[in-house]
Nanobody, 119 residues
Framework: QVRLVESGGGLVQAGGSLRLSCAAS????????MGWFRQAPGTEREFVAA????????RYADSVKGRFVLSRDIISNIAYLEMGRLKPEDTAVYYC????????????WGQGTQVTVVS
């Protein structure tokens, strides 16, 4: 199993930036796609971004495309979510997640980190 630990949340003004980190550990972590999801109060958890095993290919939700960048250090097994031009609607608990490369099931989750954007 893969263990995920997030860090880097906080409070920021609209238009500002934050970087979230997700440290992954486990014997087979290199075989896992890593991603970020978020959940605002009263809403369902939604996909934000994902990065493949090589760290070379990322995809994004339309709502964050062009503002967020997800990267992956394959040596240290840390995924970084650089969030820029933040908006109040980006306020949510952000969760790091992982799924095996042969599965569609995001079955590993971190504890979550709060991001609050104030106008």
């Amino acid at each position: 199993q893969v263990r995920l630990v997030e860090s880097g949340g906080g409070l920021v003004q609209a238009g500002g930036s934050l970087r979230l980190s997700c440290a992954a550990s486990g014997r087979t972590v290199a075989n896992y796609v890593m991603g970020w999801f978020r959940q605002a109060p009263g809403t369902e958890r939604e996909f934000v971004a994902a990065v493949d095993l090589s760290g070379q290919n990322s995809r994004y939700a339309d709502s964050v495309k062009g503002r967020f960048v997800l990267s992956r250090d394959i040596i240290s097994n840390i995924a970084y979510l650089e969030m820029g031009r933040l908006k109040p609607e980006d306020t949510a608990v952000y969760y790091c997640s992982a799924r095996h490369k042969a599965s569609d099931d995001w079955n590993a989750w971190g504890q979550g980190t709060q991001v609050t954007v104030v106008s």
